[in-house]
């Protein structure tokens, strides 16, 4: 754990330090995460890798302000996240933060526009949906209800939706993990091109290895702690990875 | 042993307890009234017949001027009669410390030997009355506790002309007089009017009526025909002046109570069947919603090989768990209310005892109706859980489908935010159970509109009969009728502005083979003071000749404008004459029939005779007038407006209050459970949306807006709905309440509107709050790694 002020750096967008979390599951205490650091730069991408119950999910959320830790300190720019309440938690997810999940969470009764529309409106300075959505390639789709688009579709719908905002951060759970891997190249192209327009510090999760190729850096954890920190010289686009 | 699907079937009733607790409790609600209304229906009615019977109330009732006591023996030879009770029976004036204006007083001989043969009286405190005691006095408990008065007081009659001091001994009950009317008052007045018994000795011999009787009271055998009976009796007593014999069913008291305990039968039936029907509704959402989420382990179930008909009564059985939990809380609770409305009733009548029986009827009942009310409202639920097949059960349900339909181009949805089209897309996407929801609102508040509307009624009968027909401030009865001149004497007392004459007669009203024993009042044409008005506030013009009569009258004997009816005065020279219904009219009370005061004089065979009068004094005059009136001899009776109001509302006020206050009660819980249930399964379905939208940042506020906004919407469109129902609902308990004694109007206040509005909208505020509270609680990363 580090004691250590984090030292101010103007592209750090994000940085955590010294976080754990335990949870009290009856009488078995879970360790979800035991004294990680990581931090989150702008305009690059990360890939958190790791097997199931490594401490992912729980890491992204804690930054993402979804979850707070038992211990440890998050930093987003100079403010400390931990010591937000419910309230700012909020204000910051909404301004700050877009989230792309693995099984889409779109609203089934609003069409692609106004899932997207849903954030634009409580949004200070947002994309039209409609470029949002042309960003992601649905130009032609943007009338249509969930239920009538494909798997694919629906996630690039809910990727248009977490950065029409402009997020500083995005925040990525499996986003292909429900997709076969042809739709879910177009999903990962998707993210990188709101990645280079916009300079959105991504954070994503998988535990499909060959996805880390398009990161600039790759965070492993393993048992709730970080096993590795490596930067990725030859980073390739999305669209030359293959599964 | 308990098998698995019963483990799992009290786990998931115990995970869904806060649903199981509101449709337990509107079920509840529907057997509680169910119950209570009922049982105490059932319990007054066997408590009056118990206190009928063992107080022997008689079942033919005459009054005569004057008959020989030696026609007794003739009387009880008439076939069917089994015993016969002559009395002496006289309204007088009262004079009582304390109260300034007069009273009436009537009094009842008693005979001094043990127990009347005939309406028999219960002494409740003190004693009866002794023989060789001309001055006792036994009195009703009414008039008593309103003047305080205890055996050991007494207080001043005007006896025949002659001021007597009247002690009293004791204090009684009657069942012929469980309302104490007095006479040509609508409602009972305690204060203004007493039963006193006193010795057939003492009251011979201050009327002159030794060896004579001026009223009979008769019992029936078993094999009687009423109406031969009678037609025997009045041949007897015509000749002694007899104003017509009438059965039990006509006597004042009884007919009273009657119509008391007619209307609360109405609303014992109409009320709880409005609450099961909800109940059915909210227990099909509910199980639906129950089904819907269970998908995969119906599917599991089905491919292990459980039959089709072991998961239907798996789902039965939730059901009846719920109905289970209702009918014991609603039937305790029914019992418990039922005995205790029944003990403020009792109270009310001066019952001297209650018979309160819950018989296994009334639960058997309880149990049917609910039943059958839950299993129509999850046979729907339980039949789709039957039909889904194994493979398909167990892949999620494929997401609803949602169209843009004719509202989405309407450019007023196009400027909705997001959140208010989700709203908007979700009621029209379920059509039915929004529908239903409303309803269920609707009803609710139809429910609260319709207990109300019973204050509503009260005061529009008080304002039609004592604001606008009967203006005056005094009515005056004179003991019998006298010369027009003695209008003069009367307009010269202190305070008196103006004074309105009038004369009524005894009749009985014939048509073809159907009679009636009314007044007739002649009335003064054009009047000022009390005046001949209909339901609607227009006055009645009276003819030259002929009468005019309520409508309610007309139909009981059948007759319509413009038919000759026969009119037997039961009074002086008795005429018998035919006369023309020139016009007939609506009233809210009583039976009433009309004729010009000079043609009743001619019909009487009379010069100018007056029975009383109506008199409006000056308010500040009123304590001297009041005083003067109590020592004019012939003055039998006076009448006061205001008291006469009060005596209204609080006849028919304080009983109806009581069960309104109930109802009340229910339909807030009733609009509790299923606004509750509406929000509760909204958020259980919705619960994955709207944790989306708070981890995109949606406030707590926001995210309940969706799904109380919705509620909100419905809840408008219920609001309008509710008040057309319960005016409906209204109307049909106007009709079916209607007594011979009076017509309920149909008429719903806007501040009745306004307050039941306002008591669903805080049901709807308190159930929303509670969803509102677990919205706060919905778990954000639980959602995002759950597949829909």
Partial sequence: MSEAPVAPDAKRTLSARGLSKIYHSGEVIVRALDNVDFDLFRGEIVVLLGPSGSGKSTLLNIVGGLDAPSKGQVFFKDQELTRFNDRALTAYRRDHVGFVFQFYNLIPSLTAAENVALVTEIAPDPVAPADALALVGLADRIHHFPAQLSGGEQQRVAIARAIAKRPEILLCDEPTGALDSKTGVIVLEALETINREFGTATALITHNADIAKMADRIVTLGDGRVTSVQENENRLPAAQIEW | ?788
């Avoid at chain 2, 006896?159 to 002690?167: A, C, E, F, K, V």
């Avoid at chain 2, 409005?274 to 382990?297: C, K, P």
């Avoid at chain 2, 109307?731 to 806007?750: C, F, K, N």
């Fill in chain 2, 1 to 788: 042993m308990i098998g698995p699907l019963n483990r799992k079937l009290v786990r998931d009733l115990w995970h869904i307890r806060g649903l199981v607790i509101a449709i337990a409790s509107v079920i509840g609600a529907g057997v509680a009234t169910f119950v209570m209304s009922i049982g105490m229906v059932q319990s007054l009615d066997e408590t009056r017949t118990a206190y009928y019977e063992r107080y022997r109330f008689a079942d033919v009732f005459g009054a005569v001027k004057r008959a020989p006591e030696h026609l007794t023996r003739r009387l009880s030879e008439i076939d069917g009669v089994k015993t016969v009770a002559t009395r002496i029976v006289k309204d007088v004036t009262l004079d009582i410390a304390g109260l300034n204006e007069p009273a009436t007083g009537r009094l009842i001989s008693v005979s001094t030997l043990g127990r009347q043969a005939l309406n028999d009286i219960r002494i409740r405190r003190g004693r009866g009355i002794s023989h060789g005691r001309p001055d006792d006095a036994v009195i009703s408990e009414a008039f008593a506790e309103a003047h305080g008065f205890e055996p050991g007081d007494h207080f001043f009659a005007t006896i025949n002309g002659h001021r007597r001091r009247l002690d009293i001994v004791g204090i009684a009950l009657s069942p012929e007089y469980v309302y104490s009317i007095a006479p040509a008052a609508l409602m009972p007045d305690d204060k203004r009017f007493g039963v006193i018994w006193m010795s057939r000795e003492a009251l011979a011999a201050a009327f002159d009526m030794d060896g004579a009787f001026n009223d009979i009271a008769i019992s029936l055998l078993r094999n009687a025909v009423p109406r031969a009976v009678i037609a025997d009796i009045d041949r007897l007593l015509d000749p002694y002046g007899g104003t017509g014999a009438y059965l039990r069913r006509d006597q004042v008291s009884n007919w009273f109570l009657s119509s008391e305990i007619e209307q609360l039968r109405t609303m014992a039936t109409l009320i709880p069947t409005i609450f099961l029907a909800v109940s059915a509704f909210l227990l099909n959402m509910v199980i639906s919603r129950l089904v819907a989420t269970e998908r995969e382990q119906i599917g599991l179930l089905k491919a292990f090989g459980y039959t089709n008909a072991a998961i239907a009564w798996h789902y039965v059985k939730f059901i009846l768990a719920m109905v289970a939990l209702g009918l014991v809380l609603g039937s305790a609770a029914g019992a418990w209310l039922g005995r205790e409305l029944t003990e403020i009733y009792t109270q009310f009548y001066r019952f001297p005892f209650l018979y309160f029986r819950l018989d296994g009827s009334v639960f058997a009942g309880a149990v049917l109706i609910s039943l059958t009310a839950a299993l129509i409202g999850g046979a729907g639920a339980v039949g789709r859980a039957i039909r889904l097949p194994p493979a398909e059960a167990m892949a999620p349900p494929a997401p609803p489908t949602y169209r843009r339909g004719l509202l989405q181009s309407l450019p007023i949805v196009k400027a909705l935010d997001q959140p208010t089209r989700m709203i908007l897309r979700h009621v029209s996407r379920w059509p039915v159970r929004s529908a239903l929801t409303t309803l269920g609102i609707a009803l609710a508040l139809s429910l609260l509109l319709s207990s109300l509307f019973w204050l509503d009624a009260i005061e529009i009968m008080i304002d039609t009969q004592y604001e606008q027909a009967e203006r005056q401030d005094i009515t005056i009865s004179l003991t019998e009728a006298q010369s027009r001149r003695a209008i003069h004497a009367l307009s010269h007392a202190p305070g008196v502005t103006a004074v309105q004459p009038y004369r009524a007669v005894p009749i009985r009203l014939r048509y073809g083979h159907k009679s009636r024993l009314v007044t007739l009042t002649g009335a003064v044409p054009n009047a000022s003071l009390n005046r001949v008005l209909d339901a609607s506030g227009r006055a009645v013009s009276l003819p030259q000749e002929g009468l005019v009569l309520s409508a309610n009258l007309a139909d009981l004997i059948g007759a319509a404008p413009g038919d000759m009816v026969t009119v037997e005065v039961l009074e002086g020279r008795r005429p018998i004459r035919r006369l023309r219904i020139a016009e007939t009219f609506e009233t809210y009370l009583g039976t009433l029939a009309y004729m010009r005061i000079d043609a009743l004089n001619r019909l009487l065979l009379e010069g100018p005779t007056i029975s009383g009068a109506y008199i409006l004094a000056d308010p500040q005059m009123r304590k001297v007038l009041h005083r003067e009136l109590k020592d004019i001899p012939k003055v039998a009776g006076v009448s006061l407006r205001e008291t006469a109001i009060n005596a209204f509302r609080d006849t028919i006020g304080d009983t109806m209050n009581v069960v309104v206050g109930f109802y009340v009660l229910f339909a807030g819980l009733l609009t509790f459970g299923v606004v509750y249930n509406s929000a509760r399964i909204s958020l259980s379905e919705r619960g994955r949306e709207l944790a989306s939208l708070r981890v995109l940042g949606f406030t707590r506020f926001e995210v309940s807006y969706i799904l109380l906004g919705e509620l909100a919407a419905l809840t408008v469109i219920a609001l309008p709905l509710g008040c057309i129902l319960g005016y409906g609902l209204c109307w049909i308990i106007s009709s079916a309440a209607e007594t011979e004694l009076y017509r309920i109007p149909l008429y719903v206040d806007r501040t009745t509107f306004g307050f039941s509005i306002i008591v669903v909208l805080i049901a709807v505020i308190i159930s929303g709050l509670i969803v509102r509270r677990r919205v706060d609680g919905l778990d954000l990363i639980a959602v995002l790694k759950t597949r829909e």
